[in-house]
């Protein structure tokens, strides 16, 4: 079954520290990886997402995520947070023209 | 940058009432989504349509629930009679290129 584990539900940082967010996911052939962002009561931004290729992918605001397939992660980095990235994120798994299945979650708040 | 829109933002009901959520896409696109997520929990899959018809529907989609695109522009959910169970943020998603599904900003349903 298809299936996205977020093990963290919720995670502080301390503005201008580096942040990992983690993702792992279960698919029975090579998923389409995706993270999105969530600010309270708004829609679903796209931060990225990874088809095939480099598995070092680049995406908006400054976050990056590294597919790897022996660990069947896709987990999101930051080098440096900012108080306006404490929002809730989400990673997602598909395919060609299928649904997405998204994990639970994981609520960043960033500390002054 | 063209975006999926969605109307009402918020909508309050009541129990057995019906309710028609109702999504622009973006233009061109081709491949439509209805999600949901319930308060405080992750976005589920409801329903996927291609070419007038349902692609593929999740076990939450049962017989209450309906999508229609009525004209070329409008992608619509309907439920037929609301139950307390149904409020929820529900996101429509179009699919364009590189298989990214963009969202819209969701309508807030709340069943009283």
């Known amino acids: 079954a298809q299936s996205v584990t977020q093990p963290d539900i919720h995670i502080t940082v301390s503005e201008g520290a580096s942040l990992e967010l983690r993702c792992n996911y279960s698919?029975?052939?090579?998923?389409?990886l995706f993270w999105y962002v969530q600010s309270p009561g708004q829609g679903l931004q796209l931060l990225l997402k990874?088809?095939?290729?480099?598995?070092l992918v680049q995406g908006i605001k400054g976050f990056e995520a590294e597919f790897k397939r022996s660990q069947s992660s896709f987990n999101l980095r930051k080098p440096s947070v900012h108080w306006s990235d404490a929002a809730e994120y989400f990673c997602?798994?598909?395919?060609?023209?299928?649904?997405?299945?998204f994990g639970t979650g994981t609520r960043l708040l960033v500390s002054p | 940058e063209p975006e999926v829109t969605q109307t009402p933002s918020h909508q309050v009901t009541q129990m057995g009432q019906e309710v028609i959520l109702r999504c622009v896409p973006i233009?061109?696109?081709?491949?439509f989504y209805w999600y949901r997520q319930i308060l405080g929990q992750k976005v589920e899959f409801l329903v996927s349509?291609?070419?007038?018809?349902?692609?593929?529907k999740s076990e939450i989609f049962d017989d209450q629930f309906s999508v229609e695109r009525p004209d070329g522009s409008n992608f619509t959910l309907k439920i037929r009679s609301t139950k307390l169970e149904d409020s929820a943020m529900y996101f429509c998603?179009?699919?364009?290129?590189?298989?990214?599904?963009?969202f819209g900003p969701g309508t807030r349903l709340l069943v009283l």
């Open positions: 698919y029975g052939a090579t998923p389409y």
């Open positions: 990874y088809f095939s290729g480099d598995t």
């Open positions: 349509f291609y070419n007038n018809e349902i692609s593929e």
């Open positions: 233009s061109n696109h081709l491949y």
């Open positions: 997602a798994v598909g395919a060609s023209f299928q649904k997405l299945v």
């Open positions: 998603a179009s699919l364009g290129s590189q298989e990214t599904q963009y």
